[in-house]
């Protein structure tokens, strides 16, 4: 049953690594693109967002929020303008991804010791943006609110602490855990990792099997290797496995040095998961390639499993919030059950008990897809193919 594993694991790894498109797709492409994305969030978070200010109410208050702006790193006040009327232009030129509105009443209005108002909008096309610009000017003017009613309390005579405590009766203070920076890199950029050694591994799996049959002389080298359908699934799904685990873990290994991503949980841990999301792409990759007809077929299947995987997998939107039908098909992808147990091991420190479920769901597809593969293998390539060699071979 196990005669031949070596040879065929030894004539895969062969042709493999004996094509130099294969190495650069298999080990350099991950690492490229792992540099790639890790430089695209090297701010982190972020920063500079051009802001456009109109002021109506020219003041010293007025100027203190203009300034409470211009000090924040997340601002970068580019333009002062007269009127609305030139937010829309310069919106949609990029001039601006922000305005600040401050109306004719707001000094007035603050003098009188009423509620002044002011307006913050920002350019929604793009919601990292919008979404940055929103929370920090949330921050800005409450502090610089906080601010001016401390020092008006201060002018009727109460000291420091007591005008803070009238401010804020009820003080808060946000912590983000585990990111308190809301760093970009630390978010996304394992995500993007996962998904393209993943892609990678699936397509070199997908056609492992498809290739052979385009001619029937590779189809009879790769039978007579070994006596059994098991050992030549086993063999080449190995030569897969262990070229997807050594991309994925030095692709791993140069975003956390590299980009500083937080590693605070085991390594181990890490490894066991890889490992069993790793066995079970490969499973289901090897399935697709004898389930199809040709390598064009296999390759269309694999892309078609591989590329809306990271959207499904609730690594960037929560499955819980999909649509029911959207859910069950979130479950079906292998990447679903590896995404954020990776995050959660990096971010958290997560112990097995958390991932033990997903651990044994990933072993469980592995067992499934393999079986599946050798009767596909056995019944569909070579009795088809090679009717003559398939009675000399056991199942």
Same mark, same amino acid.
């Given at each position: #049953? ?8 030894? !004539?895969?790894? =062969? ?44 003041? /010293?208050? +007025? ?8 000090? +924040? ?5 580019? !333009? ?9 232009? %310069? #919106? ?11 109306? =004719? ?25 919008? *979404?940055?610009? #929103? ?18 309390? /201060? ?52 056609? +492992? ?5 385009? !001619? ?5 080298? %790769?039978? !007579? ?60 990759? #090897? ?6 007809? *040709? ?51 990096? %971010?958290?420190?997560?112990?097995? /008990?958390?991932?033990?479920?997903? %651990? ?33 071979? =056991?199942?």
């Amino acid at each position: #049953m196990f005669k031949g594993i070596g040879r065929v694991f030894k !004539r895969e790894m =062969k042709q493999l690594l004996g094509r130099k498109r294969s190495i650069i797709i298999f080990f350099v492409i991950p690492l490229f693109f792992t540099i790639l994305y890790g430089n695209i969030y090297l701010q982190k978070s972020i920063k500079h967002i051009n802001l456009g200010v109109i002021n109506h109410s020219p003041s /010293q208050l +007025s100027r203190t929020l203009v300034q409470g702006f211009e000090k +924040s790193e997340a601002f970068t006040v580019s !333009r002062y303008l007269e009127d609305e009327e030139e937010i829309a232009p %310069l #919106m949609a030129v990029g001039e601006i991804d922000a305005v600040l509105i401050i109306p =004719k009443d707001f000094t007035r209005d603050i003098k009188k010791g009423k509620s002044a108002t002011v307006f913050v909008g920002a350019n929604g096309t793009n919601m990292t943006i919008s *979404n940055t610009a #929103m929370t920090e000017a949330t921050k800005i003017i409450g502090t610089v609110s906080a601010g001016i009613t401390v020092a008006k309390y /201060q002018a009727q005579g109460l000291n420091e602490t007591l005008a803070y405590q009238n401010v804020e009766p009820i003080s808060f203070r946000i912590r983000p855990w585990y990111n308190p920076t809301n760093n970009y890199s630390n978010f996304l950029l394992l995500g993007y990792v996962m998904a393209i050694v993943q892609q990678v591994t699936f397509y070199f799996t997908a056609i +492992s099997i498809s290739e052979e049959r385009k !001619r029937e002389e590779r189809l009879e080298e %790769l039978l !007579r290797c070994s006596d059994s359908a098991f050992s030549i699934i086993l063999g080449k799904f190995l030569v897969y496995f262990f070229c997807g685990v050594f991309s994925w873990v030095t692709a791993f290994l140069l975003a956390i040095n590299a980009f500083h991503i937080p590693m605070r949980g085991s390594y181990g841990l890490l490894m066991l998961i890889s490992l069993a999301f790793f066995s079970c792409i490969c499973a289901l990759g #090897m399935f697709i390639s004898v389930a199809s007809k *040709n390598s064009l077929n296999a390759t269309q299947y694999s892309m078609l499993m591989a590329l809306p995987a990271f959207l499904f997998s609730g690594f960037t939107w929560p499955i819980e919030v999909m649509p029911k039908a959207l859910q069950i098909l979130a479950y079906i992808f292998p990447l679903t059950y590896f995404a954020n147990n990776v995050r959660d091991i990096a %971010l958290l420190g997560v112990s097995f /008990q958390i991932i033990q479920k997903d %651990l044994l769901t990933l072993c469980f597809g592995t067992i499934l897809f393999f079986l599946l593969t050798i009767i596909v293998f056995y019944y569909r390539v070579l009795k088809k193919a090679c009717p003559e060699l398939s009675a000399e071979l =056991k199942a």
